[in-house]
């Protein structure tokens, strides 16, 4: 509100004129996106929260029409039966082995990947970095035939190698572009300080580069543990034993022909939510140093 003077013939009089507040196209703003952001939270809850109704109903229960939001007993077995019907903890144990080598393998070879082209100077630099972006635009399944019949051909079917071995040599493009781009926004000053007291690349990249890359790593980890936990095609093309099987084609079995009964929605509930928690706990374990890493790529310079 302002308050403007203006003079007259006859005297001086006070005139007053409204002027519209910059804080109220702020605050009508900030509520916009409140509501926006409590609704795309709501799509995302909603299932989440059904999800938990689901695993705490009995199996007839489910099925009530109209739905309960929550059940009139909580049966609490469905989180052991489950569990016990697909061998939890044997395909628990097959996930972990599995991701963690992954894990292991697909950061530590697009970090050194990435710190080669980015610090290196070698000719076709530049090539192999076109090369590797390049191979981006190829969807997975254009090589999964000619892959499966070279693992056959080795004696790799059946066996977890498929799934770890192709991590350890480079297996994700995106990782080494994040790897790459990260490394270039560290200025080659500390390179040449490193240089001067006699480390040698290795002693760089392991004492130096490292320790200053770590939302990029971390952020790479994250990521491929996501995706090798939750990945359904590879374990399902390559392993045809059961006892082989992670947890993402144990879930399957649930809904699965070869599963031999009616699925039951409320231990397929239960057990998934279980399923579901080690990506939710390394996630906002680590949810830091990912937003952290993905923010810092827009920092980033081409050279």
Request: aromatic fraction near 14%; charged fraction near 10%; charge should be positive.
């Amino acid at each position: 509100m302002t308050t403007l003077q203006t003079e007259a013939a006859e005297g001086t009089v006070l005139t007053t004129r409204t002027t519209p507040s910059p804080k109220k196209p702020r605050l009508v703003g900030t509520t916009s996106w409140y509501v926006v952001a409590l609704f795309i939270s709501a799509v995302m809850v909603v299932p989440l929260l059904w999800m938990i109704t689901i695993g705490l109903k009995s199996r007839t229960a489910v099925f009530d029409i109209p739905p309960k939001l929550l059940p009139h007993e909580f049966t609490w077995s469905n989180f052991v039966n489950g569990p016990e019907a697909i061998h939890f903890p044997r395909l628990l144990v097959n996930s972990t082995i599995i991701t963690a080598l992954s894990v292991l393998g697909g950061v530590m070879t697009a970090m050194m990947a990435g710190y080669a082209l980015a610090r290196l100077r070698f000719p076709g630099r530049k090539v192999w970095f076109y090369l590797f972006v390049g191979s981006m635009l190829l969807p997975g399944v254009v090589g999964l035939i000619p892959l499966f019949q070279l693992y056959k051909s080795i004696g790799w079917y059946d066996t977890w190698l498929p799934l770890i071995v192709p991590a350890f040599l480079g297996g994700n493009p995106l990782f080494i572009f994040l790897a790459r781009q990260y490394f270039l926004a560290i200025p080659y000053s500390i390179d040449e300080a490193a240089k001067i007291d006699g480390a040698g690349h290795f002693r760089i990249f392991t004492s130096v580069m490292l320790p200053l890359t770590r939302p990029a790593w971390i952020t790479m980890a994250i990521l491929a543990f996501q995706a090798s936990w939750n990945d359904f095609l590879n374990p399902l093309v390559y392993l045809y034993s059961s006892n082989k099987w992670p947890l993402s084609v144990g879930m399957a079995s649930f809904i699965s022909p070869f599963a031999g009964k009616t699925p039951d929605w409320s231990y397929y509930m239960a057990t998934n939510l279980l399923y579901m928690l080690p990506p939710l706990i390394v996630f906002f374990a680590a949810q830091r140093y990912f937003i952290q890493g993905l923010g810092s790529l827009g920092s980033t310079t081409q050279k």
